[in-house]
């Protein structure tokens, strides 16, 4: 099984800036089956990203994914007062048919 | 616009069974979706649980195939989840959410979840 892990685990930033999050496989993601999530307190996860750098409907461009292989990068540009929130990288592997998420990134308020 | 909602008893007790359904508005349970369970418990990360197709194939968590039963029920666009022999582990927030098809095709899906419930709460009391 995949394991994925994200840093920088709380990232603070002031809004405007750039945020940078790193999420690290343990093995090859398949397919580049990478996706980002956002989620703030006491909603569900949103998707924002997925394949590594398709962005979903509706996200705004600052928002941007990149990376292959072991290693992806979520990118905020200029930081909106809306974007501090729990960052979630997801993959997908198989056999079997596995869904798996990283711990998360926190950016919060500087 | 496809959404969907969760809904359960809340409180389990150690040792039983949790039971979830969850419904789908503004659109077909039998559409070319999978449909997946997420759980999260409180103050922590996700966990995928399993996932179910319209046509009945199922394939779940390793870690929790022992005690997962997915199941639909077509006529009321409905899907529901069952969790045996739960523990204090199992407290969390259930969610469940939409896998769609990549683009235009039959076969490949995007291998994320575009479309998630609100989440319903089950906290496993001793």
């Known amino acids: 099984e995949i394991v994925l892990t994200q840093s920088p685990g709380t990232l603070s930033l002031s809004p405007g800036e750039r945020a940078t999050l790193s999420c690290r496989a343990s093995?090859?993601?398949?397919?580049?089956?990478l996706a980002w999530y956002q989620q703030k307190p006491g909603q569900a996860p949103r998707l924002l990203i997925y394949g590594a750098s398709i962005r979903a409907t509706g996200v705004p461009d600052r928002f941007s994914g990149a990376g292959s292989g072991t290693d992806f990068t979520l990118t905020i540009n200029r930081l909106e007062p809306e974007d501090f929130a729990v960052y979630f990288c997801?993959?997908?592997?198989?056999?079997?048919?596995?869904?798996?998420f990283g711990p998360g990134t926190t950016v919060d308020i500087k | 616009q496809m959404q969907l909602q969760e809904s359960g008893p809340g409180l389990v007790k150690a040792s039983g069974t949790l039971s979830l359904t969850c419904v789908v508005f503004?659109?077909?349970?039998?559409?070319?979706?999978?449909w997946s369970w997420v759980r999260q418990p409180p103050g922590k990360g996700l966990e995928w649980i399993g996932e179910i197709y319209h046509s009945g194939s199922t394939n779940y968590n390793p870690s929790l195939k022992s005690r997962v039963t997915m199941s639909l029920d077509k006529s009321k666009d409905r899907l529901s989840l069952k969790l045996s022999s739960v523990t204090a582990a199992d407290t969390a927030v259930y969610y469940c959410a939409r896998e769609p098809p990549r683009g235009n095709s039959n076969s490949e899906y995007l291998k994320a979840f575009d479309i998630w419930g609100q989440g319903t709460m089950a906290t496993v009391s001793s």
């Open positions: 093995q090859s993601v398949t397919s580049n089956y």
């Open positions: 997801q993959q997908y592997g198989s056999p079997p048919p596995i869904f798996t």
């Open positions: 503004g659109g077909s349970i039998s559409s070319n979706n999978w």
